[in-house]
């Protein structure tokens, strides 16, 4: 080891046992790089504790030899927060993924940090019970990462964000203390919201090493729609008339450019297109019920005919079966992978007002040509919320490094237009190293003074994941 003390080594060593590390060259590897392959970390070694006193004891060590630990889930993020650089070691939680307790009365699961995200869902699912957050990654991800990025999804309309869906936390802080904020309390005012501090804190805080995690009622009715609409600003009218036609039973809506639409249909197999009809703008509409007796299919038919009528759709269909269904899924969130095919993307997690979509597509499009011209943006995401994976794909006639290179130009041209608009940078994936300039720039000074007082009164050595967020 080029940074680590010998006698920091044999401790952890020791502590861990020899599945507990590893300095394997293939190893280090995969754990050094992330998903989009913009970072690659440095770390000689990745540790991987199999117990919350493993963590504890671990953290006190390199504490103790003023060693900076990167904690690590399952390294799906996109901004870098979980690489580590020059003399951090990686702490990944992987072995820490038991679904401890699924209480059908409390309605609460409560999970280590390494659980995957599919495995939570899946465990709840058999006592007949729901997990809602749901991601593209659900089959890798851990619910620790999650927590510590305030992960979305798909179901933020109906259910909420991560933080929305836990009532406690354990945390092993930068000297190696444990919190035990574990709680099934729905109501606690004693104080200081601990939990929400490390929610979202991107391991800059704490490591989390378990939750207590709200259940629902498992949906017992499922009615799935895909619509043409003319423009955004009828799709946001459109949500309107769905939230109130259905009492907010909508589960999620979900709004794509025809662009966007096209790339699934075109490049990924076995995807049929749900309408004949062209259209410059497509909505996915999914609606649930946990009551036994409810119709949501003549709830939708009846939704859509309004929407026909007064013009906000030109046309629709409802899936009549579950392999339709899974169809109209596979075209959003197919998304990401299809735009691949057409050459480099530069891409924005952003959200802003509801209202405000419309504007934001309108002008960061118009801005975005202006900058490149002939570049073809891909608008697509989850309008419900706010939230547009505002994307853009090179110009036809560009070379992929060449377009890459205005990387930077064009995320400050819209996030320029999103903060203008009441928005936020970074609406689902965090900040990490990729996103810690911008939000320098854009946060105000209260709020800039606010984290790093709080990141200097928990972790005022900076050795919990330096240089991420703050």
Known sequence: MSFLPESALTELKDLLGPKGFSM?????????????GKFTGTSEIVLFPASTDEVA?????????????????????????????????LINLKRMNSVIEIDARDFTATVEAGAILQTIQE?????????????????????????ATNAGGLNVIRYGNARDLCLGLEVVLPDGTVWNGLSKLRKDNTGYDLRDLFIGAEGTLGIITKATLKLFAQPKHIATAWLAVPSPECAIDLLALARRHTGDGISAFELMSDFAHDLSVTYLPGL????????????????????????????????????VEIGLATDATIAQSEAQRKNLWAIREGIPEAQGYE??????????????????????????????PGIRPCPFGHVGDGNIHFNFSQPATMDKQSY???????????????????????AEH??????????????????????????KAIDPDNRLNPGKVV
């Open 343 to 372: 050459g480099g993307s530069i891409k924005h997690d952003v959200s802003v007002p509801v209202s405000r979509v419309p504007d934001l597509l309108k002008r960061g499009m118009a801005a975005a040509e202006a900058l490149i």
């Open 272 to 307: 049929t297109r749900p309408l004949a009809t062209k259209t410059p703008w497509h909505v996915l509409i999914e609606l649930t019920s946990s009551r036994p007796d409810d119709d949501l299919q003549t709830l939708l038919v009846d939704l859509l005919g309004q929407a």
């Open 404 to 426: 890459l290179a205005k990387w930077e130009s064009l995320n400050g041209v819209i996030h320029d237009i999103v903060t203008d608009l009441g928005g936020s940078i970074s």
């Open 123 to 147: 465990a709840a699912e058999e006592q007949d019970l729901l997990f809602p957050l749901s991601l593209g990654a659900e089959g890798t991800c851990q619910i620790g990462g999650n927590l």
């Open 430 to 455: 965090g900040i990490g190293q990729l996103k810690r300039d911008e939000l320098a720039h854009y946060a105000s000074v209260e709020k800039l003074q606010l984290l790093h007082a709080i990141k």
């Open 24 to 36: 394997e060259s293939d190893v280090l590897a995969a754990h050094n790089s992330e998903a989009r």
């Open 57 to 89: 004891k671990a953290v006190a060590i390199c504490a103790a030899h003023d060693i900076a630990v990167v904690p690590q889930g399952g390294n799906t993020g996109r901004c870098g927060g979980a690489v580590a650089g020059d003399k951090q070691i």
